[in-house]
């Protein structure tokens, strides 16, 4: 997806998700780092793992668990309280982008939460010049390969936060919780 033609998007970046779980998983670590007006692109076909990918999101921003995500088709968008708003769009149905304005979509992107957009390269020309999109890709009936693409510098601040993070080495204070083993089973998801 192009970012509204202003920026050249930052090389991709790709992980792999062994499991619906995996994917929860991946995802709640975003929405643990998530800020105000992040927006995420979600693009893969149907089925691919969009709507689960934006349950982990919902995980990792506290969002209650009785208020489960469920895929907006019908209702193209849901709002979930966590620690930020979620917004969870899903554009597979519109048909036209005059209907995007019914929608509200620039009020949502320009908001205070963190968006989450399924289908928005069906809209490449209303995306956000900043905005991290991320792929998904079947890899056997379980697997999934996401690749990960920041749009923005942003996006990409956000990308390396999210990603980076799981490569570097644990620090002392980590460890010395985990031995103990008391916290170290509450951070262990
Ligand atoms: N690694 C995986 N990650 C995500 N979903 C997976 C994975 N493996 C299997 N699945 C299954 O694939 C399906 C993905 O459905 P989901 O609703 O998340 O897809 P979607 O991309 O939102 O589809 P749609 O375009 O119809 O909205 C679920 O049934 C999920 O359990
Ligand atoms: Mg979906």
């Not at 792999?16 to 670590?29: D, N």
């Not at 930020?84 to 048909?95: F, G, M, N, T, V």
Request: net charge positive.
């Amino acid at each position: 997806m192009r970012s509204a033609g202003r920026r050249e998007p930052a090389s991709p970046r790709r992980v792999s998700a062994a499991s619906p779980e995996g994917t929860r998983r991946l995802a709640a670590r975003l929405g643990r780092l998530a800020r105000p007006g992040d927006v995420i692109a979600l693009v893969g076909e149907l089925g691919a793992g969009k709507t689960t990918f934006v349950t982990g999101l919902a995980e990792g921003l506290g969002v209650p668990r009785e208020t489960r995500v469920q895929s907006p088709t019908f209702t193209l968008v849901n709002v979930h309280q966590g620690r930020l708003p979620l917004y969870h769009i899903d554009l597979y149905r519109i048909a036209e982008a005059t209907e995007l304005d019914e929608l509200g979509l620039h009020e949502y992107l320009g908001g205070a939460g963190l968006c989450a957009v399924e289908w928005f390269d069906r809209f490449p020309e209303v995306a956000p010049a900043g905005c991290l999109e991320v792929g998904f890709e079947l890899d056997g009936e379980r697997g999934r390969r996401l690749t990960i693409t920041p749009h923005g510098a942003v996006a990409a601040q956000r990308a390396r936060e999210w990603l980076d993070e799981r490569r570097r080495p644990r620090q002392p204070a980590e460890a010395h919780r985990q031995t103990k083993g008391t916290t170290g089973a509450r951070r262990a998801r």
